[in-house]
């Protein structure tokens, strides 16, 4: 009979070309009836689902595979029956051969009709209401026909796949896919599968259901887990014999030792925006470093992956000493520490890069299986003071994470302070569950993400940036470049592995796929890098991406778009879809401004390859604007607005007036009688994004006082035939000349082909002339020691080969462009402060730009003794004339 059932499925392939099983292969029955779900990528990625039933697979291609969210209708086609045996394949179908393409054994069981189910006459009717006890799939599901629709081959059906509601159902269910991307049987992903790497799975349709079985043991039969799915749904029970006298006679329960998994795949968190408020919360530091699990049984320690990957040789110090422990599974996060004792990516990276990984930590944070027992069920609050008893209180590589049950917020701003990654919050009463059930969060310091590398851009010769994407409905989708982060060590390790990659076609779809060129190289799919960056633009590209590393504990097709959820909400509501940022108005909103047109572009290439749109400038002020503040708050403001990017139209605004956003302020200086611009809060500056103005440049007098000199500006302002070289040298001699004065100079980038030299002034009786005749003859002094290399004179038959020492900056209404300030010029570059040490010969303005600055700045500390540093200009004037 079973023969007779497999003729279609013998007829469409060539056993000779195709390592599936023929319906030869022989398979004892089992006691109860098995399943087997197939991750399958042929000419659409899907999902095999294979019921046995009368000596087959009953099979159905579930086209987006299952989902644990009873809203989820899932599309299931009926397909031809299969061979028992090909429950046990996992490999590769030769393209030309039906179904041709990679296969992963993704999930695999027992199953049984629901409680007072008839499955003769369900499968008559077109509906199998059925119950899983599986690794992955649990509780009770139904298949269900769906108006004997027929297509094709007038053979196949259309049916649907859909959970029910019980103690195994999840709203919400994004990421059970994503993180389930890997095999139940090989713990291979789909890459290593199809490139024959990594071992072969173990034998699952050979094996009989005992009460031994881990599997079967630890995750209860269909039909107990039945019985509680018909409660839950209401379904009939199965009615039973009535006991015996004999079988009601009270017995002695003895409990039996569990046996361990080598591996259960782990909790996983939901991103949210803050932690969540509440004592029934556990909060911990989030570890910038590699999630692991670490089983010990007999003596022996083994630490894997979050994808299940035996790592175990990479970390022989963490193995010896994990062997001493007690028989245990345990979940925590190997990590490197910096001298100062916090995390360090990039350390670990290093670390694992030179085999030299004796120094990393693994900080554990959770207790699964102890002493012969599954402690999955237990809440947090249980497991969290087992692990701790468990450990050793003095732990030199093997640490307990401590946490805190209140003031989440605090210890997210605490752990911002120390510039730590973040914190996770979880549940205290909830138990362990594989996947994303929510009880687990994470809120971050800084945004960071997981790119899937496709290809990268050179220069010449040199490195120059990452063009990476992530994975959506199994396409690779482009999201944008990574240009920062690369130090000489990060690419000495990473431009090998490009190579070993590389291949001569996109591997991007869709339409915003990049093109090729001569200084672009593509690559497979393989490789995931991990960044940080600002946010996605409205067209879902990252903004101002920073690389962090490699990261080869995640499979590239995990690798989907994340962005965070409202903190009050994560236990029900779906994470936002992070490329689907616009309003539906068309607008977006930063700060609370809301910003027209956010993805219009303003700068071609912002420094990256990428265009710099509004939206980019918006939250570049963003960003930046609290540091900025202090250097234009008060102050009359001149802005060069570019509302068509920097190639088109430019408009020159020092007046308010119509037009102007109200939460720009306005202030009246004597002599004018029209108001001036002034920007004095952060929403100010969005503002004036969404006004397209693309620099700002202040008055250099005191906040609020007009006529006091604040501070003076010296520009150096070279010959187009001066090498910027020779602007530092001219930079340095100001500052030693100001220095000898009594003053103290600071020195920044000015977004263009020169240098600024500023210094700080107490409020003293000096007037603007005055100030401005000091400044004067500073410079004119400079030109007259050194004729061939600078002047005063402004006009051009002159300046060839020299450098215009710039007074005129120092006059009342005399502008310098701001600190920080972008510039409306090829690369958007800013103005940036510098110290005098970077103040130095091959010191390269462009690098300073709107996608690098936000990250820089958090390590600025150039100008941090410039409000200290003011100066009393009555004193220099002064030894000025006696010189």
């Given at each position: 009979?079973?023969?007779?059932?497999?003729?279609?499925?013998?007829?469409?392939?060539?056993?000779?070309?195709?390592?599936?099983?023929?319906?030869?292969?022989?398979?004892?029955?089992?006691?109860?009836?098995?399943?087997?779900?197939?991750?399958?990528?042929?000419?659409?990625?899907?999902?095999?689902?294979?019921?046995?039933?009368?000596?087959?697979?009953?099979?159905?291609?579930?086209?987006?595979?299952?989902?644990?969210?009873?809203?989820?209708?899932?599309?299931?086609?009926?397909?031809?029956?299969?061979?028992?045996?090909?429950?046990?394949?996992?490999?590769?179908?030769?393209?030309?051969?039906?179904?041709?393409?990679?296969?992963?054994?993704?999930?695999?069981?027992?199953?049984?009709?629901?409680?007072?189910?008839?499955?003769?006459?369900?499968?008559?009717?077109?509906?199998?209401?059925?119950?899983?006890?599986?690794?992955?799939?649990?509780?009770?599901?139904?298949?269900?026909?769906?108006?004997?629709?027929?297509?094709?081959?007038?053979?196949?059906?259309?049916?649907?796949?859909?959970?029910?509601?019980?103690?195994?159902?999840?709203?919400?269910?994004?990421?059970?896919?994503?993180?389930?991307?890997?095999?139940?049987?090989?713990?291979?992903?789909?890459?290593?599968?199809?490139?024959?790497?990594?071992?072969?799975?173990?034998?699952?349709?050979?094996?009989?259901?005992?009460?031994?079985?881990?599997?079967?043991?630890?995750?209860?039969?269909?039909?107990?887990?039945?019985?509680?799915?018909?409660?839950?749904?209401?379904?009939?029970?199965?009615?039973?014999?009535?006991?015996?006298?004999?079988?009601?006679?009270?017995?002695?329960?003895?409990?039996?030792?569990?046996?361990?998994?080598?591996?259960?795949?782990?909790?996983?968190?939901?991103?949210?925006?803050?932690?969540?408020?509440?004592?029934?919360?556990?909060?911990?530091?989030?570890?910038?470093?590699?999630?692991?699990?670490?089983?010990?049984?007999?003596?022996?320690?083994?630490?894997?992956?979050?994808?299940?990957?035996?790592?175990?040789?990479?970390?022989?110090?963490?193995?010896?000493?994990?062997?001493?422990?007690?028989?245990?599974?345990?979940?925590?996060?190997?990590?490197?520490?910096?001298?100062?004792?916090?995390?360090?990516?990039?350390?670990?990276?290093?670390?694992?890069?030179?085999?030299?990984?004796?120094?990393?930590?693994?900080?554990?944070?959770?207790?699964?299986?102890?002493?012969?027992?599954?402690?999955?069920?237990?809440?947090?609050?249980?497991?969290?003071?087992?692990?701790?008893?468990?450990?050793?209180?003095?732990?030199?590589?093997?640490?307990?994470?401590?946490?805190?049950?209140?003031?989440?917020?605090?210890?997210?701003?605490?752990?911002?302070?120390?510039?730590?990654?973040?914190?996770?919050?979880?549940?205290?009463?909830?138990?362990?569950?594989?996947?994303?059930?929510?009880?687990?969060?994470?809120?971050?310091?800084?945004?960071?993400?997981?790119?899937?590398?496709?290809?990268?851009?050179?220069?010449?010769?040199?490195?120059?940036?990452?063009?990476?994407?992530?994975?959506?409905?199994?396409?690779?989708?482009?999201?944008?470049?990574?240009?920062?982060?690369?130090?000489?060590?990060?690419?000495?390790?990473?431009?090998?592995?490009?190579?070993?990659?590389?291949?001569?076609?996109?591997?991007?779809?869709?339409?915003?796929?990049?093109?090729?060129?001569?200084?672009?190289?593509?690559?497979?799919?393989?490789?995931?890098?991990?960044?940080?960056?600002?946010?996605?633009?409205?067209?879902?590209?990252?903004?101002?991406?920073?690389?962090?590393?490699?990261?080869?504990?995640?499979?590239?097709?995990?690798?989907?778009?994340?962005?965070?959820?409202?903190?009050?909400?994560?236990?029900?509501?779906?994470?936002?879809?992070?490329?689907?940022?616009?309003?539906?108005?068309?607008?977006?909103?930063?700060?609370?401004?809301?910003?027209?047109?956010?993805?219009?572009?303003?700068?071609?290439?912002?420094?990256?390859?990428?265009?710099?749109?509004?939206?980019?400038?918006?939250?570049?002020?963003?960003?930046?604007?609290?540091?900025?503040?202090?250097?234009?708050?008060?102050?009359?403001?001149?802005?060069?607005?570019?509302?068509?990017g920097v190639d088109g139209e430019t408009f020159f605004q020092r007046h308010s007036g119509k037009g102007v956003s109200a939460l720009i302020d306005e202030i009246v200086v004597s002599g004018d009688r029209k108001p001036y611009l002034v920007f004095n809060t952060v929403e100010s500056l969005v503002a004036a994004a969404q006004w397209g103005a693309t620099e700002l440049h202040p008055w250099n007098c005191r906040p609020n006082e007009q006529d006091v000199p604040g501070r003076l500006v010296f520009d150096l302002d070279p010959a187009p035939d001066v090498s910027f070289d020779a602007v530092v040298e001219g930079a340095r001699e100001?500052?030693?000349?100001?220095?000898?004065?009594?003053?103290?100079?600071?020195?920044?980038?000015?977004?263009?082909?020169?240098?600024?030299?500023?210094?700080?002034?107490?409020?003293?009786?000096?007037?603007?002339?005055?100030?401005?005749?000091?400044?004067?003859?500073?410079?004119?002094?400079?030109?007259?020691?050194?004729?061939?290399?600078?002047?005063?004179?402004?006009?051009?038959?002159?300046?060839?080969?020299?450098?215009?020492?710039?007074?005129?900056?120092?006059?009342?209404?005399?502008?310098?462009?701001?600190?920080?300030?972008?510039?409306?010029?090829?690369?958007?570059?800013?103005?940036?402060?510098?110290?005098?040490?970077?103040?130095?010969?091959?010191?390269?303005?462009?690098?300073?730009?709107?996608?690098?600055?936000?990250?820089?700045?958090?390590?600025?500390?150039?100008?941090?003794?410039?409000?200290?540093?003011?100066?009393?200009?009555?004193?220099?004037?002064?030894?000025?004339?006696?010189?």
């Amino acid at each position: 009979m079973a023969a007779r059932k497999l003729a279609a499925y013998e007829a469409k392939r060539d056993f000779e070309k195709t390592a599936e099983p023929s319906g030869a292969a022989a398979v004892a029955a089992s006691e109860r009836a098995r399943f087997v779900i197939q991750k399958h990528a042929a000419t659409r990625l899907h999902y095999d689902l294979r019921l046995e039933h009368e000596g087959v697979f009953l099979s159905w291609a579930v086209t987006r595979g299952p989902s644990r969210d009873p809203h989820d209708r899932r599309l299931a086609v009926h397909v031809e029956d299969h061979p028992l045996a090909y429950g046990d394949f996992e490999g590769t179908i030769p393209k030309g051969q039906y179904g041709g393409g990679t296969v992963m054994l993704w999930d695999r069981g027992w199953w049984a009709p629901e409680p007072g189910f008839d499955l003769q006459k369900g499968l008559k009717k077109g509906e199998i209401k059925l119950v899983f006890a599986g690794e992955r799939m649990k509780g009770g599901w139904v298949l269900v026909r769906i108006n004997n629709d027929k297509f094709g081959d007038g053979k196949r059906e259309n049916w649907l796949l859909i959970k029910h509601r019980d103690e195994f159902a999840m709203e919400g269910d994004l990421d059970f896919l994503e993180d389930t991307a890997f095999s139940i049987a090989s713990g291979r992903t789909m890459e290593e599968i199809a490139a024959g790497k990594g071992k072969a799975p173990t034998p699952f349709m050979t094996k009989k259901a005992t009460a031994s079985d881990a599997i079967w043991n630890s995750k209860g039969s269909p039909e107990a887990t039945a019985e509680k799915a018909a409660k839950e749904t209401g379904a009939p029970r199965r009615r039973s014999a009535k006991p015996s006298a004999k079988a009601q006679a009270p017995r002695k329960v003895v409990k039996k030792a569990i046996a361990m998994p080598d591996f259960v795949p782990p909790q996983l968190c939901k991103l949210v925006d803050r932690p969540p408020g509440g004592g029934d919360w556990a909060h911990e530091i989030k570890f910038d470093g590699y999630r692991m699990q670490m089983r010990v049984e007999g003596g022996e320690a083994a630490l894997r992956t979050r994808a299940g990957l035996d790592w175990s040789g990479k970390f022989p110090q963490l193995i010896k000493d994990g062997a001493a422990l007690p028989d245990a599974l345990i979940d925590g996060e190997v990590v490197a520490l910096d001298a100062d004792g916090s995390p360090s990516f990039a350390g670990l990276q290093a670390a694992l890069a030179e085999e030299s990984t004796d120094d990393l930590i693994f900080f554990a944070f959770d207790l699964l299986y102890a002493h012969g027992e599954d402690l999955t069920d237990l809440p947090l609050s249980e497991r969290k003071a087992r692990l701790k008893a468990l450990l050793p209180e003095d732990g030199d590589r093997i640490r307990y994470v401590e946490h805190f049950e209140s003031g989440g917020e605090a210890v997210l701003q605490s752990a911002c302070r120390m510039s730590l990654e973040g914190v996770v919050s979880k549940k205290l009463d909830a138990p362990y569950r594989s996947g994303k059930p929510g009880t687990w969060t994470k809120a971050k310091c800084r945004a960071g993400h997981e790119v899937v590398i496709g290809g990268w851009t050179t220069t010449g010769d040199a490195f120059r940036s990452l063009i990476v994407g992530v994975y959506r409905d199994g396409d690779l989708i482009h999201v944008g470049r990574v240009g920062t982060g690369y130090g000489r060590d990060k690419v000495a390790r990473l431009l090998p592995k490009l190579k070993a990659a590389e291949r001569k076609t996109s591997p991007f779809s869709g339409k915003g796929a990049p093109r090729g060129g001569a200084n672009i190289h593509w690559v497979d799919p393989v490789l995931v890098a991990e960044i940080e960056f600002a946010g996605f633009t409205g067209d879902g590209s990252v903004r101002q991406a920073s690389f962090k590393g490699l990261r080869e504990d995640k499979p590239a097709q995990a690798v989907e778009a994340e962005a965070p959820a409202p903190a009050e909400d994560v236990e029900l509501a779906e994470p936002k879809a992070a490329f689907a940022m616009k309003r539906s108005d068309g607008k977006v909103s930063v700060r609370g401004v809301a910003i027209s047109n956010p993805d219009k572009t303003l700068w071609p290439d912002a420094g990256d390859g990428t265009p710099g749109t509004k939206r980019d400038l918006a939250e570049y002020f963003e960003a930046v604007g609290d540091w900025m503040l202090e250097h234009i708050k008060g102050r009359p403001c001149s802005v060069i607005r570019m509302p068509d990017g920097v190639d088109g139209e430019t408009f020159f605004q020092r007046h308010s007036g119509k037009g102007v956003s109200a939460l720009i302020d306005e202030i009246v200086v004597s002599g004018d009688r029209k108001p001036y611009l002034v920007f004095n809060t952060v929403e100010s500056l969005v503002a004036a994004a969404q006004w397209g103005a693309t620099e700002l440049h202040p008055w250099n007098c005191r906040p609020n006082e007009q006529d006091v000199p604040g501070r003076l500006v010296f520009d150096l302002d070279p010959a187009p035939d001066v090498s910027f070289d020779a602007v530092v040298e001219g930079a340095r001699e100001i500052r030693d000349r100001l220095e000898a004065l009594g003053l103290a100079p600071f020195c920044k980038t000015t977004g263009g082909k020169g240098l600024h030299v500023v210094t700080p002034l107490k409020p003293t009786k000096v007037d603007w002339d005055a100030a401005k005749a000091f400044a004067r003859e500073v410079c004119a002094q400079m030109a007259a020691d050194s004729p061939d290399l600078y002047l005063l004179n402004m006009s051009k038959k002159e300046r060839g080969g020299k450098i215009f020492l710039d007074y005129l900056r120092n006059d009342r209404m005399s502008t310098a462009v701001a600190p920080l300030s972008p510039r409306g010029r090829p690369g958007a570059p800013v103005s940036w402060p510098v110290s005098w040490t970077q103040v130095r010969k091959g010191l390269d303005p462009k690098r300073f730009n709107i996608r690098t600055a936000p990250s820089l700045l958090k390590t600025l500390d150039a100008w941090d003794a410039y409000a200290e540093s003011e100066r009393d200009l009555e004193a220099a004037i002064r030894k000025l004339g006696k010189d």
